[in-house]
């Protein structure tokens, strides 16, 4: 382990095997809401202050009166210090390579240093499921199920690489919530044109019915129409997510305007391509990864301190355009905000016989929300190719950690994608839905691709 890997307790954790899957103790879950943050991040902080300790986190109660986006709390904030090409040996250890590699690539690249603010807070009902998790869940099929599982993160004390993947791709996201944000393929220039995209996640409890017998194996219903450009207008996308994969496939089915029919769609997996993403992105690469992880071997390196992007409430100003935040090779980076955080390090190494354009992806989980926050992609080759940024942001008036936007960079091309942006739209995130079940019908994907 390198010199910023945490030496104690469970977090000294190395190269662990997947075949290790055993639940936690009714003792060590007790340290959840202890020395543990109830999500199972470490509650003290850092040996030199520079991580507070978390103490709840950051929650606003607005009484009913919530505004479509949430202000930014910390607009008094100073840089603490900007990393440019001139300073970066001197915070090497503090980034992966990839964002490394950006500064190496563009020379006027920078990135802000703000104060570590640990906001991540969530329901109380969250805390709940995730104590009770940590005691009956287990992986199944070689690690690519869940069983005795309930809703999110089932590892909160996780003891191999998969544990960790596990919990970021089940990990609570507001439970039923609607967003009307754009995705914007840039060019090497800067121009884009950006797609308009109406999505909505439901997790199956969450359902106007609750969980029931036909959510057998879901974990989530998602649901993606495109709104504009008027070429792409009409395209509707219906995802049922599995919990095990191997069990039963992802189900997923795309209405196509042009041919005006339902159809299944395999595709929709892995490294298929992406959404109207200009091929670049892959299925898995949305949410920063997601899907099925049987592809991979995934090792659990340990954990450390990393500057990643952190309370971006800047990228939600309705006072700025999309002219403003996107800039030819990366976003305008006096608009983003990143702080130093522990995340858990774990690399995923394309199995033998496995075909992905990714042979091994490199990823770094925030420790207080589960979420990948930086993923390096590398070639066949070997060769570092893409780097993925989240830029998290806490709902804190429905307690809901969640991305202000992603952006995945492609180190060669001098192109990017980014995703989650809505600050020209009218409407934002809707997290006071009420779904049924039926609007994540095939039925309900064919009316609305024919209104």
Do not use: C
Not at 159 to 187: C, D, K, M, S
Not at 426 to 438: A, G, K, L, N
């Amino acid at each position: 382990m390198n010199k910023m890997m945490l030496k104690a307790g469970v977090f000294a954790l190395s190269v662990i095997s997947v075949s290790v899957m055993a639940k936690v103790t009714p003792e060590e879950a007790a340290r959840l809401g202890q020395d543990l943050t109830p999500m199972g991040a470490e509650m003290a902080g850092n040996a030199d202050g520079s991580i507070p300790a978390w103490t709840g986190g950051y929650s606003v109660d607005a009484n009913g009166d919530i505004p479509a986006r949430p202000a930014d709390p910390f607009a008094d904030d100073e840089i603490l210090f900007t990393i440019t090409r001139a300073n970066l040996d001197e915070h090497r250890d503090m980034l992966s390579p990839g964002q490394v590699a950006m500064f190496n690539k563009y020379p006027e690249y920078k990135m802000n240093i703000y104060p570590t603010r640990r906001t991540a807070a969530y329901p109380q009902e969250v805390y709940d499921v995730v104590k009770k998790n940590a005691v009956n869940a287990e992986m199944v099929a070689g690690g690519n199920g869940l069983d005795n599982f309930d809703r999110h993160v089932p590892f909160p004390i996780p003891q191999n690489g998969l544990e960790v993947i596990w919990n970021h791709v089940t990990r609570y996201r507001g439970g039923a919530v609607t967003r009307l944000v754009n995705q914007f393929p840039v060019l090497e220039n800067g121009d884009f044109v950006p797609v308009l995209l109406r999505e909505s996640l439901v997790f199956p409890e969450y359902m106007q019915s609750g969980r029931e017998a036909a959510d057998d194996n879901v974990l989530f219903y998602f649901l993606q129409e495109v709104l504009a450009p008027s070429r792409l207008t009409g395209t509707v996308l219906l995802v049922h997510e599995t919990i095990n994969q191997v069990r039963e496939g992802r189900r997923a089915w795309l209405y196509n305007a042009g041919q005006r029919r339902v159809r299944r769609a395999p595709n929709v997996a892995y490294d298929g391509p992406g959404t109207a993403s200009d091929g670049l992105r892959t299925s898995d690469g949305l949410d920063m990864y997601n899907g099925a992880p049987d592809k991979y071997n995934w090792e659990l390196v340990g954990k450390r301190e990393m500057y990643i992007g952190y309370n971006n409430y800047k990228l939600m100003d309705t006072n700025l355009s999309y002219d403003d935040i996107i800039n030819a090779g990366h976003l305008n980076q006096d608009l983003v905000r990143y702080e130093k955080h522990r995340v858990w390090e774990v690399k995923a190494t394309l199995k033998d016989g496995e075909r992905h354009i990714y042979s091994t992806r490199h990823m770094f989980i925030d420790e207080d929300t589960w979420t990948a926050s930086v993923i390096d992609h590398y070639d066949g080759r070997g060769e570092l190719w893409r780097v993925a940024e989240a830029y998290n942001s806490q709902f804190y008036h429905h307690d809901t950690p969640w991305m202000a936007a992603e952006a995945l960079y492609d180190l060669n091309s001098g192109r990017y994608i980014v995703l989650g942006l809505a600050n020209e739209e009218s409407s934002y995130m809707d997290f006071d839905i009420e779904p049924q079940r039926s609007d994540f019908s095939t039925s309900a994907l064919r009316r609305m691709g024919i209104r």
